[in-house]
């Protein structure tokens, strides 16, 4: 059976940017025509991102004051709603990203994955544009709570350098976390399992990391199960940038750790994504 063909829209110019070129040139056009499919899919339903702002924005005020008020966890000088704030941002870019898988499930069963994989882009760059696409969505929800904490004066460390590394690094773990979501959507069948499955994942990577209190406060088994819990490191790099604080590892390390996580995310979506047509 001949795979089915993808109209490409007319007079656009992705076509011959996607399909010239040399393979590295075909990657990069592939993740840039998926990218953009999935921010037209955001500036449809930009009503979306100001809902799912309201997730972290409770966190942050409701959770982080009354903790603040108690002064129930130890967190040296720094305001307790200034140190969780990097922890609700990467928790609610690990929302978007864990739940994203849903789209490839609703994608197979309206047959335009099968659509997309018979089309000659790459699989890696159908997963990296995806990726993108999630932290395209992660990046903008960010940008609001920052200017939110801004407005409300809760003291975060307003550098140009740590915003837009901050930035970065929420963008790289939130692709990660993406295609890791697409691994598991490869795998199951219907989107209500995956949806058990999504919050199996998601709360413990969560409450297992420094995103609401330091490591040191852990017990033994607890430290060692955030110490290979990659969300962890996004943490710690997002809390150096904005805050000034950390979680007693190198900047560099962090930045390492998410971009192996990456790498590892990609090449194992890539290689589970034929699976996730049968």
């Not at 140009?160 to 490869?186: D, K, N, Q, R």
């Not at 490591?215 to 996004?234: C, D, F, K, Q």
Request: with cysteine; charged share 10%.
């Amino acid at each position: 059976m001949s795979a089915p063909s993808v109209a490409w829209p007319a007079g656009s110019a992705e076509r011959p940017a996607v399909l010239a070129g040399n393979a590295f040139g075909r990657l990069l056009g592939g993740v840039a025509a998926t990218a953009q499919a999935e921010l037209r899919k955001l500036r449809h339903d930009h009503v979306d991102v100001f809902t799912r702002s309201a997730q972290p924005l409770l966190w942050l005020f409701v959770f982080g004051t009354a903790l603040h008020n108690t002064h129930a966890i130890a967190v040296g000088n720094v305001d307790y709603r200034a140190y969780i704030t990097p922890g609700v941002m990467a928790q609610a870019a690990l929302f978007i990203a864990i739940f994203f898988g849903l789209a490839v499930i609703w994608e197979r069963d309206v047959g335009q994955l099968q659509r997309l994989l018979a089309t000659p882009l790459p699989r890696t760059a159908i997963v990296l544009g995806k990726a993108a696409g999630s932290g395209v969505r992660a990046l903008v929800q960010a940008a609001l709570l920052l200017v939110v904490v801004a407005a409300t004066g809760i003291g975060l460390r307003w550098t140009v350098l740590g915003v837009v590394g901050a930035l970065v690094m929420l963008v790289l773990a939130t692709g990660a976390f993406a295609c890791m979501s697409m691994l598991i959507a490869a795998a199951v069948r219907t989107r209500e399992r995956f949806m058990g499955i999504g919050q199996l994942v998601m709360m413990p990577l969560f409450f297992a990391s420094s995103a609401l209190y330091p490591l040191s406060i852990m017990p033994g088994w607890l430290h060692v199960v955030a110490r290979i819990n990659p969300l962890t490191y996004e943490v710690q790099g997002l809390r150096q940038m904005l805050v000034g604080v950390g979680g007693g590892g190198e900047l560099w390390l962090d930045f390492l750790v998410v971009l192996g996580f990456l790498a590892a995310m990609v090449a194992a979506a890539t290689r589970a994504y034929p699976r996730a047509i049968l």
